[in-house]
């Protein structure tokens, strides 16, 4: 009977020790809605660079992979936000 | 019994001093590679997110074509949203005058009414390095940016830059350095 009421004042203290630290984390998850515009930008910022000079030479031929991609681009997860700086059209 | 104590008590003080000399070694490496090749890595601080976008290919509004760009590592501190580090490493940037182009690229596209007040050169994990740090706003907010070009072994360079809006935590640039501090070319 000693053992038993011993046991189970371990488990209420543990318990109410788990209930206290689940109160403390903050369960919300943070976003990164602002650090995202700066990841976008840097994207934007390589698409509006000056197309790369014309190569010499054939390229090299791309190996054919053991297996078959399904047909059309997947869709990227995250789309970017849109630029907040257009510089003059690059030549062409 | 006697003598362990003691032993076990040195092992551990030098334990704790190890753990507090090196901060550095708390991290988590990621390797940047394009198209197969590893071009460098760097340790993620813990408790920092990782954001990994490879080549894609982007469409801007009013424009007919996508184009591709190569991929880019951006990092956060976990629970913060006002500070971002970016690594990437541009296509067609293989000199310092091609290096200090790009960067007055990005300057427009990160933050408006950019400018900036420091230039230096100086040396990352060995290699010839240029920092450009300046100051601009975005979403109403003054930021303050760093951009970093390293000079790493072959024909590309790497590119970080530091975006620190104001009010951001001071202790999280402790965090940074080591980000930066952990840089090494993977050639």
Known sequence: ?92 | MTLFRPISRGVMAAAISLFAAFPALSGTPVIYKDQGKALFQLDVPDFWNVRVGGARNLQAPQEDTPREVPRLIGLTPEGMDDVFVGFIAPRQVSSFEQGLAYMSEIGPHLVRDAEVSSSERRRIAGFPAMRVAGTGRRNGKTVHFTAVLIDIPGPRMAFSVTVLEAGHDPAVLDDVNAIYDSFRSAR
């Open chain 1, 1 to 92: 009977m000693r053992q038993f009421r011993k046991s189970a004042m371990a488990i209420g203290v543990l318990t109410a020790s788990s209930l206290f630290l689940a109160s403390c984390d903050d369960a919300s998850v943070y976003g990164g809605a602002s650090v995202g515009v700066y990841y976008d930008s840097m994207m934007w910022n390589d698409y509006y660079r000056p197309y790369p000079p014309p190569s010499h030479g054939r390229p090299p031929a791309k190996p054919v992979p053991p297996i078959a991609k399904p047909p059309g681009r997947p869709v990227h997860p995250i789309a970017p936000a849109p630029p907040i700086h257009r510089p003059a059209p690059r030549p062409r």
